[in-house]
């Protein structure tokens, strides 16, 4: 797979982009509806994707090298579906040809989420959401 059919897998849900919470006792993810400062929610986009990894330290990059360690990402992301051997949904852009399928499937997180300016670090355990399958 060359690196833009690897793009093309992301379906742009930003379901990535937020905030999640790990039990250290059992190492269960759980997702906040606290997405990062630097989401466009409009596009669904990076606003600063070129320096993303200088802006969020921890902003995770996906790659085929460590696609084993995909398994915190939502059931629906197509890089976990590829990394458990399961098809992509009918939603998914390269299926129905169009990105307007993610948003009329209710992926998307536009309208649904709080941004991490205003929420302190402390508190995001108020905002766990359970509308992101794990
Ligand atoms: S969760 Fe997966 S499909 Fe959704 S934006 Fe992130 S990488 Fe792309």
Not at 54 to 68: F, G
Not at 83 to 103: R, Y
Not at 107 to 120: A, E, M, Q, T
Request: net charge negative; proline share 4%; aromatic share 8%.
């Amino acid at each position: 797979m060359n690196s833009v059919e690897w793009e093309s897998l992301c379906d742009g849900c930003a379901r990535c982009c937020l905030h999640k919470l790990e039990d250290e006792a059992t190492g269960e993810v759980y997702y906040t509806r606290v997405v990062c400062r630097y989401l466009d929610e409009q596009t669904s986009t990076c606003s600063d994707y070129k320096n993303r990894n200088k802006n969020v330290p921890h902003c995770v990059h996906l790659t085929v090298k460590n696609i084993d360690e995909f398994s915190w990402l939502p059931d629906t992301c197509a890089y976990r579906l590829l990394s458990e051997g399961k098809d992509l949904p009918q939603w998914h852009p390269l299926l129905s040809g169009s990105k307007e399928t993610v948003a009329q499937a209710g992926i998307g997180i536009k309208d649904k989420v709080i941004n991490d300016r205003y929420v302190h670090p402390d508190g995001y355990e108020e905002h766990i959401i359970h509308w992101v399958g794990q």
